[in-house]
């Protein structure tokens, strides 16, 4: 039982580079979200999906897409990486919608944009 | 939205003293408010919670008590141990419906020395 993992650990970008960050649970979980983290920003929610077929906007969703693949699998693109965007990429998942569940984190993705 | 302000932004304690962390929310309608601990290079994972029907929870060294006339609820560590040098966050739902993400404070860095 894997929990929440997140591809890859670590990436470089370049100014106005596209890419995709992967998301994927084991554990049968009805919602998944994404955050970012920056220093003394906290965790700030970017995306959420609370069901399979469903995704809605956080906090902060400019300048990013997502997809809820399947019920496993949540993906955060960004189109045109910007340096705006370098940050610690956290991706979540609980098991019902309702805040009482609790929330597994992954192991984060930490993300520079020159 | 819900709003969650937390505080202090850092905190230094001596090995066996008492470390308080201190959040304020905005929506008394929200009924659960739990605390998540992140060790660098991790995700956070989820310490304690605790319900506005009960003023305090105890669980080992940690206690979070729920003052909801003032809308704050906070988190002592006794007998602070350097092996709890970490960030702490408190979250509370972004909104009033069974169908919400949680929203994170902006995190206490406590270290904890010898």
């Known amino acids: 039982n894997a929990g929440v993992t997140q591809t890859p650990k670590f990436q470089v970008l370049k100014t106005g580079q596209s890419m995709t960050l992967q998301c994927a649970q084991d554990m049968n979980h009805n919602s998944m979200y994404w955050y970012r983290q920056d220093p003394g920003m906290g965790l700030r929610l970017i995306y959420y999906s609370a069901s399979e077929g469903t995704t809605d906007k956080g906090e902060v969703p400019n300048g990013y897409n997502v997809s809820r693949l399947n019920k496993r699998e949540f993906s955060l693109r960004l189109e045109s990486a910007a340096p705006s965007q370098t940050s610690v990429y956290f991706c979540?998942?609980?098991?019902?919608?309702?805040?009482?569940?609790?929330?597994?984190f992954g192991p984060g993705t930490r993300l520079t944009v020159t | 939205q819900q709003q969650v302000k937390q505080s202090p932004q850092s905190l230094i304690v001596q090995k066996g003293g008492i470390s308080i962390i201190n959040c304020a929310y905005e929506n008394t309608a929200f009924d659960y408010f739990p605390w998540y601990q992140q060790f660098p290079g991790k995700g956070p994972a989820l310490l304690i919670a605790i319900r506005p029907d009960v003023s305090e929870k105890k669980e080992g060294r940690f206690t979070i008590s729920f003052n909801k006339s003032a809308k704050q609820f906070s988190l002592h560590i006794m007998d602070s141990q350097p092996g709890d040098s970490a960030t702490y966050f408190c979250a509370a739902p972004l909104r009033n419906s069974g169908n919400t993400p949680l929203v994170f404070g902006k995190g206490t860095r406590l270290s904890v020395i010898a």
């Open positions: 979540a998942s609980r098991l019902g919608a309702g805040s009482l569940y609790e929330q597994y």
